[in-house]
């Protein structure tokens, strides 16, 4: 049998207490918290391993590069890209998209070119993409989602044209849990040369993702959101479109040979990673790589499963509450309203339980804007999460409520 106890006994965080309630941590969509193993493999690379990667010839730098190098081929491993020469390490899925933006879009849009963006994005994938318009004169267009919380291909079908060149779309929403049809996605791009780009950042931790399954052309995630560190992330894209990118950032690294006069760029995947990087954090999204890897997606999703759908039930009995969000095919995220109750409010009078849930707009503004809530109140599930936290978070909702109202 499972051993649920064991599982969350390995992040120490959670043993902690808030307010004087033990700690109930359900923002796992905002970030994850860490198991024992990833903050292990940081601390012992500084005491064991701390040297710049890539350009010493003594020992310690060697062991550092080997180290380094590793976690990209898990990288690569974990997503079934097809050469460690497609995965860019980069601090987060922000930098990535913004990467693709101010290369491959600088590259190869002209004014009057048109990138679909779906309504339910995170500002990370639709901001880059309003900055590349401002810049290039390009349009951004909106594919919109319907009253669950649902994207609809033949309405993708209907925003194709000749001058659409590509299609920013989140395999999992953040804001709705909503998982979105990514290969059916791309098939109807490849009827003509339409670029297609994933944000993995929410599915990469709780779905496998096989990127030449997808045949998506740029995959981007984030290693905070899967039980990793901050400030590391990747960018996993098709080797000839890489090829034919400018760099993104200048410096150290980056460069085969430098004069006065001119500039040789290195190769892939060296080209787009200028400067020291965050080696301590690749060490630690190794460390994070091997964890979900060892307990396997398929128990990751029976548990994120149960969550949800028991979750799902519990919320549904509070009265006046309304799910935002209701796709048939959904992570483990509940967002909410209540009526007569701020959700900041109410977030607040939770964390006075120990109950730790996000109340905002998520990143997600044109989403709260389509359902016409100034914010939701989030509850977001990791695997360390059991029923007995749906329960505290119910039990408290109802609390707080009794002295809203």
Known sequence: MFDQAALKAQFPILSLFEKGHPLVYLDNASTSQKPIKVIEAVNRYYREQNANVHRGVYGLSERGTEAFEAVREQVRSLLNARSYKEVIFVRGATEAINLVAQSWGRANLVAGDEVIVSEMEHHSNLVPWQMLRDQLDIKV???????QGELSL??????????????????MSNALGTINPIEQIVKLARKTDIKVLVDGAQSISHMA??????????????????????????????????????PYQGGGDMIYSVTFDKTEYNELPYK????????????????????IQTLGFKQIASIENDLL????????????????????????????????AH?????TLLDQDGVAVRASHHCAMPVMQKFDVPATVRASFGVYNTCEDVDRLVDSVNEALDMLR
């Open 141 to 147: 267009v909106k594919w919109p989602i319907n009253a």
């Open 154 to 171: 033949d309405d993708l079908a209907k925003l194709i044209n000749p001058r659409t060149k590509l299609i920013a779309v989140t395999q």
């Open 209 to 246: 993702v096989d990127v030449q399954a997808l045949d998506c052309d740029f995959f981007v995630f984030s290693g905070h959101k899967m039980y990793g560190p901050t400030g590391i992330g990747g960018l996993v894209a098709k080797q000839d479109l890489l090829e034919a990118m400018p």
């Open 272 to 291: 787009f990673e200028a400067g020291t990087p965050n080696i301590a954090g690749v060490i630690g999204l190794g460390a994070a790589i091997e964890f």
């Open 309 to 340: 759908k028991y979750a799902t039930q519990r919320l549904t009995e509070i009265d006046g509450l309304r799910i935002i969000g209701t796709a048939k095919n959904k992570g483990a995220v509940v967002s909410f309203v209540i009526e007569g």
């Open 343 to 347: 959700p900041h409010d109410l977030a």
